[in-house]
């Protein structure tokens, strides 16, 4: 399997090596989001060490970056060699950077730092006496998101103010899936993603598979799978008490969306409890908090609503997990046929409108939308939603848009309810903006509304079994 994108982080990661300076990185993400093969990738014909932590007790960590070192100084491994403390360790790292640049990645800090709470103030200090003035590039890496920020970029941290840069790695885009398989029709990819999402390690179980169906009965509806079992996995591996967080999400699959309808549809005692599992599903950047696109302060805002992040976990929620039962008989294709396929379009839905999302994102980048939407995102009150919200810098222009994962194509009246609409967020802005319209269909659209959209300027029509299959849509 070919390495897919993840051209920016490559960049940043060559930029930082190239600059020849003493390196501290930073880089997370949640887990399974391809964090160690990227570092992978770029480590591929550098001078490096690369060091994945565990929980196994500090004495045999230190072990084992010790003979990683060693490796790396005299071409091989020395068994039972260990140098006598993290110090040590790092004060060889060093010497072996001052000559020659070296890579050093620490993976799966957070681990590390659990082992041993002392090891970043450690590092800290061997930085300031003596790495940053070698060649060394230090990579810290880590899956939750939230130790990484707080304790290892917050300011309360021993490594505060020495890190040189820091990346959040995100899940791929929709644009990403031809890497994953190419040639497939476009909408195969849209459903693909409406299950899989964009992280890498799902996308790859499915790179066999032609018939999207097949695949789902095949990689997920059967026990003891990889997919079957991960959300359960996901939360035991990082969470000493899982069952709460595991009905969070189940409260959020199921649409519940703000504080106390997730406080009570999980069964928990108080508001507090539930935002604190809250606050923790986001660090692992499995649930994300949304305001809608016109709230200058998001963080502030009172209309936030809770989401999964995760495409998959929304699957997994809404159909593996009711059928448990069945499915644990082996039931896979009675629960395809009855209660998956009849649901499935309106299940890709909402994943539709994310593609839409970032189709736009990625329109404005090219310099392909009648301005650069400088915010994006959707928009709501009490009565009205809109898929769709683009906003220009100097709030001037606004596009609005609606998406339609319809079996028939998307006719004039769609628009006409999406102008409707539209009227409703105009008072958000100072001066009235200049509104532009973008529908994306499934399907295509009428013939009506097509020659209407060839006379007006204000009018974009993108249909899905278009985007291009190449992965530049
Ligand atoms: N850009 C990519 N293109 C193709 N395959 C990828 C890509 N990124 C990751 N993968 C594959 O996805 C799987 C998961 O990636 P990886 O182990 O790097 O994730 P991670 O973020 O380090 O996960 P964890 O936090 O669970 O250790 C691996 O099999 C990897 O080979």
New binding site residues.
Partial sequence: ??????KAELHWLEEAYKSGRAQLLVLY?R????????LRVFCREKRHVFFVADLAPDREQLAAFSQRLWEQAYGQAETGFSFPSWEAAFRFMGGLARQERLIVVLD?FPYLMETNPAIPSILQKVWDEELRNTGILCILCG?YVGVMEREVLGYKSALYGRRTGQYL?EP?HFHDMA??FPGRDPIWQVEAYAVLGGV??YL?EFIDEDDLFAGIARRVLRRGTFLYEEPRFLLMQELREPANYFAVLRAIAHGKTRLNEITQAAGLHDRSAASRYLDILRDMGLIKRLVPVTEKQPQKSRRGIYRLQDQFLRFWFRFVYPNRSDLEEGEAERVLETRIKPHFPEFVGPAFKEVCRQHLRLLGRRGKLPFYPYRLGSWWDGQNELDLLAISEDEAAIMVGECKWWAKPVGANVLSELQQKAKAVLPHFQRPPHVYYALFARNGFTEELREMAAERHDLLLIEASKFHSSGDL
């Avoid at 887990?31 to 990227?38: A, I, P």
């Fill in positions: 399997m070919t390495f897919v994108n993840r993400g887990r399974r989001v391809g964090k160690t093969e990227l799966e899956s790695i791929l890497g994953f890498p390690a790859l």
